[in-house]
Structures are given as C-alpha cells and as structure tokens.
C-alpha cells in the first residue's frame, strides 16, 4: 500500500509538472517572436533615442558639453531643479507616509474619497495643474491682489515651481506604501502597542523597518518624477532665463534657439540621472526580493 501511494505521489507530481510546462512554454518559433518584438521595440524607443542623445551631446567636442553645462543658465536651471526636488521630495515623504498609514490602519468617514484625491495628479493634466495655481496665485487669481500687496511672488517664482512638483509627484510615496501596508495587516503594530511601546517607537521600531524599501522605492519614483517634471513647471515659471527655468524647460529653451549642442548636452545630464534612478530602483527591487526570501527561510 505504501509502494503504491508512492507510485501515484510521483505521477502526480509528473503531471503537475507537465501541466505547468504546458501553460508556461511556446512553440521556439512564438517564443524566439515575441523576444525579437521585444527587442526592436527597445531599440526603437528606448535605447536608439538614448544613445542619439549622447552622441549630439557630444558631436562638438567635450569643451562645448562641458561649457554648455557650465553656463549660467544651465548652472540655474540645474540649481533651481535640484531645490524643487529636495524641497519636494521630503514633504511628499511625510505625506506619503501618514496618509499610507492613515488608509492601511484605520477605518473612518472619507477614506474612499481620500484614495481618490491621491489619484488625482495621475488623472488631471500637469498642463491643468499650472492653470490651477495661477487661477489661485495670479495676479487676477483669487488671492493675487492680496500677494501684491504684500509683495509675494508665488507664481513666476520659486515658490509655484515648488508647489507645481509637490502637486505632480505626491501620489508616488503614498501609492507605492498603501499595498505594503495593507498587505503586512496591524498584528505586529498591535503586538508592540500591548508591550507598552509608544507610538513613535513602534514606528521606528516597527512600522518603519517593514516599508523601508517600499518607503525608499517611492522616494525614488518621486524624485525621478520632480527633476523630470514640464509640464505644470512650465505653466507657473514664465521661463525667465536665469531664474525660474528647470532643467526640461532650459533644454526646450535651447533646442527652439538651435542650440542644439548646449540642448542635448543638458538633456544627457538629465538622462543620467534617469540611469541613475534606474540603478537605485534596480537595486531597492533587488534588496526587497533578498530580504522576502531570508524572511520565508527563517
């Protein structure tokens, strides 16, 4: 009896491992497709359009990249690019840290509504955000009188750029921890609590070491997101040379005026720091997967 339950234990693991090789492969000739699809569609839309933009950076020489990136309006514009992200980045950080952790361990009046105002930026235009923000801090919006005659310059200022990549980028911290929370459930948070932890050493202690890389992958997206911005960025700067042109607005500046070596030496500084966001996405993914496995071994 037991050589036979053996027997049918092993020819049931046979099919179950046929049946998976079955809905899991293609004939070579599908499958050698697909990857050739692949492949040139990278190429096309990725990996040409890349590489065309350091070769223009540069055709002229190092000198010229390197003087396009060391004049003025480039060294503004890359200044002016790395505050709004630094200022950006931290507050969308601390929002998307309390309204994850608000949706993932409460319950209350509005939380559907809440999901959905997180939402917006993926669904309204940044072209419409900037309109939203002059209507407000124009000098016809609703409060652009009151800003006059306190001599305060929101938009066509650093503080409308600021505030028109906060809009754009706030969903990527909250968005990326909403899932990991609601997935990790309360016991833990729970379990600290009756140990006599206060609140903020249970999320130190906690809540923090669970969503770090979560926490870090959103960070990134974000960061990526707020240098890159063009759109809302361009509706609220007035791109005055020097002072409230990013880096994506200097290098549109430079391509309409022909200058297209100084353009596509800007656009590859921005390109690295695409590649570099990659790395450090690659790398968080990487680490997350490491720490899940050690986690399901011990």
């Known amino acids: 009896m037991s050589a036979t339950n053996t027997h049918l234990s092993q020819y049931q693991k046979y099919n179950q491992r046929v049946s998976r090789n079955r809905a899991?492969?293609?004939?070579?000739?599908?499958?050698?497709?697909?990857i050739a699809a692949t492949l040139l569609f990278?190429?096309?839309?990725?990996?040409?359009?890349?590489a065309t933009v350091f070769t223009e950076a540069f055709r002229k020489g190092a000198g010229t990249?390197?003087?396009?990136?060391?004049?003025?309006d480039a060294l503004s514009a890359i200044k002016l690019t790395l505050i709004a992200a630094v200022i950006a980045v931290p507050l969308n950080l601390v929002f998307g840290v309390a309204a994850a952790w608000a949706i993932a361990k409460f319950e209350?009046?509005?939380?559907s509504l809440l999901i959905t105002l997180i939402d917006l930026p993926f669904a309204v235009s940044p072209v419409i955000a900037g309109l939203i923000y002059v209507l407000i801090f124009g000098m016809q919006g609703w409060f652009g009188e009151w800003l006059t005659d306190h001599d305060f310059k929101i938009i066509f200022a650093i503080p409308g750029i600021v505030l028109a990549t906060i809009f754009v980028t706030f969903?990527?911290?909250a968005r990326e921890l909403i899932p990991l929370m609601q997935a990790q459930g309360k016991e833990e948070e729970e379990a600290a609590l009756v140990l006599g932890a206060s609140g903020w050493q249970m999320f130190w202690r906690v809540t923090l070491p669970n969503i770090k890389w979560g926490l870090l992958y959103g960070v990134i997206l974000c960061n990526a997101r707020a240098m890159g911005e063009f759109g809302a960025?361009?509706?609220?700067s007035g791109h005055i040379r020097g002072l409230t042109n990013t880096m994506p607005l200097h290098v549109e500046i430079l391509y309409n005026e022909y200058n297209y070596a100084a353009a596509?030496?800007?656009?590859?500084?921005?390109?690295?720091?695409?590649?570099?966001?990659?790395?450090?996405?690659?790398?968080?993914?990487?680490?997350?997967?490491?720490?899940?496995?050690?986690?399901?071994q011990e």
């Open 24 to 34: 899991t492969s293609e004939v070579a000739w599908v499958r050698y497709t697909l």
């Open 42 to 50: 990278l190429s096309l839309f990725l990996f040409v359009p890349l």
């Open 65 to 72: 990249y390197f003087a396009a990136l060391s004049d003025p």
């Open 108 to 111: 209350f009046k509005g939380k």
């Open 171 to 173: 969903p990527f911290v």
């Open 233 to 236: 960025v361009s509706v609220v």
């Open 264 to 296: 596509f030496a800007v656009a590859s500084l921005l390109a690295l720091l695409a590649l570099l966001t990659l790395a450090l996405k690659t790398y968080v993914e990487w680490q997350s997967a490491k720490d899940a496995i050690e986690i399901e």
